[in-house]
């Protein structure tokens, strides 16, 4: 069974920071580029960053470009969302996403993010 399970969310100072994890099981991780989304309530969901399936490329929305990064372990089915000067706009509820081989879109459930003094 396909499982992503996102963590690390909570609630955060203007300026703070957090780390993601993405959780994935019942498939070949390994092979399959991972990516992050939010969505903040009353607004479409987002891409926020994306890793290839070595973790060689990665790419970033321009909101976030320079305080996010996106990494991945391999050898533990994780991928991670670094978020260092986090900002209120950054409050949103992030999930992770893959697309298999057969253009099925898997996400999980989501955690949330509020950065608010």
């Known amino acids: 069974q396909v499982q992503l399970v996102e963590s690390g969310g909570g609630l955060v100072q203007p300026g703070g920071s957090l780390r993601l994890s993405c959780a994935a099981s019942?498939?070949?991780?390994?092979?399959?580029?991972i990516t992050w989304y939010r969505q903040a309530p009353g607004k479409e969901r987002e891409l926020v960053a994306t890793?290839?399936?070595?973790?060689?490329?990665?790419n970033y929305a321009d909101s976030v470009k320079g305080r996010f990064t996106i990494s991945r372990d391999n050898a533990k089915n994780t991928v991670y969302l670094q978020m260092n000067s986090l900002k209120p706009e950054d409050t949103a509820v992030y999930y992770c996403k893959f697309t298999r081989t057969d253009r099925r879109d898997y996400w999980g459930q989501g955690t949330q993010v509020t950065v608010s003094s």
């Open positions: 890793i290839t399936s070595a973790g060689g490329s990665t």
């Open positions: 019942g498939f070949t991780f390994s092979i399959y580029a």
